[in-house]
């Protein structure tokens, strides 16, 4: 395995577990393989393979070609290793995933989050409001919800992924 292949595989591993390292590994070994190659080389079942393919796809550690079956008249998607640098794919994705959190917590700081004090379901303004600020679970008075542990928590997992170097 070159390193950088070697690098993506323990990427791979570590972000997606055991069985989607082993499918980094064997698809550095073969270039190319599609999910059906890849089930029965490691034999596992094929819905586990196509489901950590999509997460591979998605985190950006794997890419396909596609190539039309002419005489079944479908598709085969045919997976390899991302050719690009992999300190870079994970940095795209810290940056996806900061985005997010910093988005959950511009929300949770604007205030407008309910709590039944019954069932203690969390609503947002906009639900409370078509509710009348009743809860529609238990029909109890809604109450405006302490999210300083939310936010306190948000504000950690931030400042550690900000501070989180990769290499
Ligand atoms: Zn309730």
């Not at 591993?13 to 499918?23: E, L, N, P, Q, T």
């Not at 690009?84 to 940056?95: G, I, L, Q, S, T």
């Not at 679970?137 to 999210?147: I, Q």
């Amino acid at each position: 395995m070159s390193e950088r292949d070697q690098v993506l595989f323990i990427l791979a591993k570590k972000i997606h577990g055991d069985i989607a390292g082993r499918i980094a590994e064997r698809l550095s070994r073969v270039g190319e393989a599609t999910d059906e190659q890849l089930s029965q080389a490691l034999g596992i079942e094929i819905g586990i393979i196509r489901r950590l393919l999509n997460e591979l796809y998605e985190s950006r550690f794997v890419r396909y070609r596609r190539v039309r079956d002419v005489d079944q008249g479908w598709y085969l998607y045919y997976w390899r290793l991302t050719d690009d640098d992999p300190f870079r794919v994970v940095e795209e994705r810290k940056k996806k995933v900061l985005e997010n959190l910093k988005l959950k917590l511009e929300h949770e700081e604007s205030g407008s989050y309910f709590v039944c004090p019954q069932c203690k379901t969390r609503y947002s303004f906009d639900d409370v409001a078509d509710y009348m600020f009743r809860c529609p679970e238990c029909g109890s008075d809604l109450e405006a919800a302490d999210n300083s542990l939310i936010i306190d928590k948000l504000k950690m997992v931030i400042r550690r992924l900000e501070e989180l170097k990769l290499e």
